[in-house]
């Protein structure tokens, strides 16, 4: 497998077509909307030190022109265009092309085995595998961190095959790489379905709701004790579910086990302090009046109906109690509906 598509214009996929390419793993092509905005050339600064380049080799917004000779696509879009875009680059998709998605949270299989020829190979991770930003629209970005390991679940292939191309996706990021058991590994994560929203939930519902702040909020950095105690509430009951579904025990950490906690206090502490998370500011817009929620950004257009969704429905599919996670997600989807997002 020597040809990548990676379908999307958002940081990740700036720095997995600038990284690829610049390591030489293999030849790397972009679908985008905005082709005539890409520099053949893509510059990648390095969280350590200096800067690497790769080069393109056809960028295009038709799926026709890139998706065909693809061995691996590679979807870098948000939750509510994963659908809308299966179904585009469907007639072009060989019936050995690894489909794949680079968040897997936001409903990724789910839409993929909906959609796709039941034989067609699918793959996701079940973290993004770098935090990065764009610097230049096309031109270059910053990859801001690297994660110690990746997860990775496949597909509709034999079980030696999916150890294959977990070796390549190693090999190509330069990262150990684990087999999941099963999609759900994947599609369930206690990452931003459960981070995000539990924050969105403590700035903006609840006690301050139709609050303004005086000032823009940054996401991580001034992180509440508050948020971290719903977010611990939320993956109790999101490992509830867990229990009933057909997932190892041991497929995920807990919130408080992955950065490394004990309690809420030092979960505020650890979330505050990641240099990788310094500088994100919340989603937030200026009024006359102060800062307010930004309803249409993707922190909710994505984490509440494409990311919290599926761990919500699932819950009361089987009969699980979720009060805190129906509290933020209902929160969540109503502020949505109100502006018919």
Same mark, same amino acid.
């Given at each position: 497998?020597?040809?990548?598509?990676?379908?999307?214009?958002?940081?990740?996929?700036?720095?997995?077509?600038?990284?690829?390419?610049?390591?030489?793993?293999?030849? *790397?092509?972009?679908?985008?909307?905005?082709?005539?905005?890409?520099?053949?050339?893509?510059?990648?600064?390095?969280?350590?030190?200096?800067?690497?380049?790769?080069?393109?080799?056809?960028?295009?917004?038709?799926?026709?022109?890139?998706?065909?000779?693809?061995?691996?696509?590679? =979807?870098?879009?948000?939750?509510?265009?994963?659908?809308?875009?299966?179904?585009? $680059?469907?007639?072009?998709?060989?019936?050995?092309? =690894?489909?794949?998605?680079?968040?897997?949270?936001?409903?990724?299989? =789910?839409?993929?085995?909906?959609?796709?020829?039941?034989?067609?190979?699918?793959?996701?991770?079940?973290?993004?595998?770098?935090?990065?930003?764009?610097?230049?629209?096309?031109?270059?970005?910053?990859?801001?961190?690297?994660?110690?390991?990746?997860?990775?679940?496949?597909?509709?292939?034999?079980?030696?095959?999916?150890?294959?191309?977990?070796?390549? $996706?190693?090999?190509? =990021?330069?990262?150990? %790489?684990?087999?999941?058991?099963?999609?759900?590994?994947?599609?369930?994560?206690?990452?931003?379905?459960?981070?995000?929203?539990?924050?969105?939930?403590?700035?903006?519902?609840?006690?301050?709701?139709?609050?303004?702040?005086?000032?823009?909020?940054?996401?991580?950095?001034?992180?509440? %004790?508050?948020?971290?105690?719903?977010?611990?509430?939320?993956?109790?009951?999101?490992?509830?579910?867990?229990?009933?579904?057909?997932?190892?025990?041991?497929?995920?950490?807990?919130?408080?086990?992955?950065?490394?906690?004990?309690?809420?206090?030092?979960?505020?502490?650890?979330?505050?302090?990641?240099?990788?998370?310094?500088? $994100?500011?919340?989603?937030?817009?200026?009024?006359?009046?102060?800062?307010?929620?930004?309803?249409?950004?993707?922190?909710?257009?994505?984490?509440?109906?494409?990311?919290?969704?599926? $761990?919500?429905?699932?819950?009361?599919?089987?009969?699980?109690? *979720?009060?805190?996670?129906?509290?933020?997600?209902?929160?969540?989807?109503?502020?949505?509906?109100?502006?018919?997002?």
């Amino acid at each position: 497998m020597k040809r990548i598509c990676i379908c999307g214009g958002g940081s990740l996929g700036h720095v997995i077509a600038g990284w690829l390419s610049a390591k030489g793993k293999a030849e *790397v092509s972009v679908l985008t909307g905005r082709p005539d905005r890409w520099s053949p050339a893509v510059t990648i600064a390095l969280p350590d030190s200096g800067t690497i380049t790769g080069h393109l080799e056809t960028i295009s917004g038709d799926p026709s022109d890139v998706i065909p000779s693809a061995d691996v696509v590679l =979807f870098c879009y948000p939750g509510f265009m994963i659908a809308s875009e299966l179904e585009r $680059i469907m007639p072009y998709l060989r019936p050995d092309t =690894f489909v794949g998605s680079v968040f897997s949270s936001t409903g990724f299989f =789910f839409e993929a085995l909906k959609r796709l020829p039941s034989g067609q190979p699918l793959w996701g991770f079940q973290r993004v595998p770098f935090i990065c930003r764009v610097n230049e629209y096309g031109c270059s970005a910053n990859l801001l961190g690297y994660k110690p390991c990746y997860h990775i679940a496949v597909e509709n292939i034999p079980e030696t095959d999916k150890k294959k191309f977990a070796a390549m $996706i190693s090999d190509w =990021f330069e990262r150990p %790489v684990h087999l999941l058991r099963n999609y759900y590994e994947a599609s369930l994560t206690n990452s931003n379905p459960l981070l995000h929203t539990s924050r969105l939930y403590t700035m903006f519902g609840g006690e301050n709701e139709g609050r303004a702040y005086p000032q823009m909020i940054n996401f991580y950095e001034d992180w509440t %004790v508050e948020a971290s105690e719903v977010l611990i509430k939320m993956d109790q009951e999101f490992f509830d579910l867990l229990k009933v579904l057909p997932v190892g025990e041991d497929y995920l950490p807990t919130i408080l086990d992955y950065y490394e906690s004990r309690d809420a206090e030092s979960l505020t502490n650890k979330l505050s302090s990641i240099s990788g998370f310094k500088g $994100i500011t919340s989603p937030m817009i200026q009024t006359d009046r102060g800062w307010i929620p930004d309803y249409k950004s993707r922190y909710f257009t994505e984490d509440f109906p494409y990311g919290l969704k599926y $761990i919500w429905m699932l819950a009361h599919e089987n009969d699980i109690s *979720v009060p805190m996670i129906d509290k933020v997600y209902e929160w969540g989807i109503s502020k949505l509906e109100s502006l018919d997002v």
